[in-house]
């Protein structure tokens, strides 16, 4: 399966963007999705994670109350929706598909990668 991330972009602080992964090639409708993010100099980390039916959703700490994670399986699109945007979710997001039906904070626990979309946010 290819993953295509979309959707990044520069907006100020407080503000919203709303990323989309797509698949192709086969769809990740029975796989968990991720979101993860690499800031300049950082390790990647993890953002988001949603299971195979959307009904087990969870965040990190630093994008709880903040950013919404979605799915539309019959799109085969997993939607990452960004509020209250500040300048350290400055990173490229990468969406991935998990190795199960369940979504991991471990990165190890994916097995298709995105190629990564850029958000840029100012203050």
């Known amino acids: 399966v290819q993953l295509q991330a979309s959707g990044g972009g520069s907006v100020q602080a407080g503000g919203s963007l709303r990323l989309s992964c797509a698949a192709s090639g086969r769809t990740f409708n029975n796989n968990g999705v991720g979101w993860f993010r690499q800031a300049p100099g950082k390790e990647r980390e993890f953002v988001a994670g949603?299971?195979?039916?959307?009904?087990?959703?969870f965040y990190s700490d630093s994008v709880k109350g903040r950013f919404s994670i979605s799915r539309d399986n019959a799109k085969n699109l997993v939607n990452l929706q960004m509020n209250g945007l500040k300048p350290e979710d400055t990173a490229v997001y990468y969406c991935a598909s998990a190795l199960s039906s369940v979504a991991s904070r471990n990165p190890d626990r994916y097995r298709y990668w995105g190629q990564g979309t850029l958000v840029t946010v100012s203050s």
């Open positions: 949603i299971n195979w039916r959307g009904g087990d959703i």
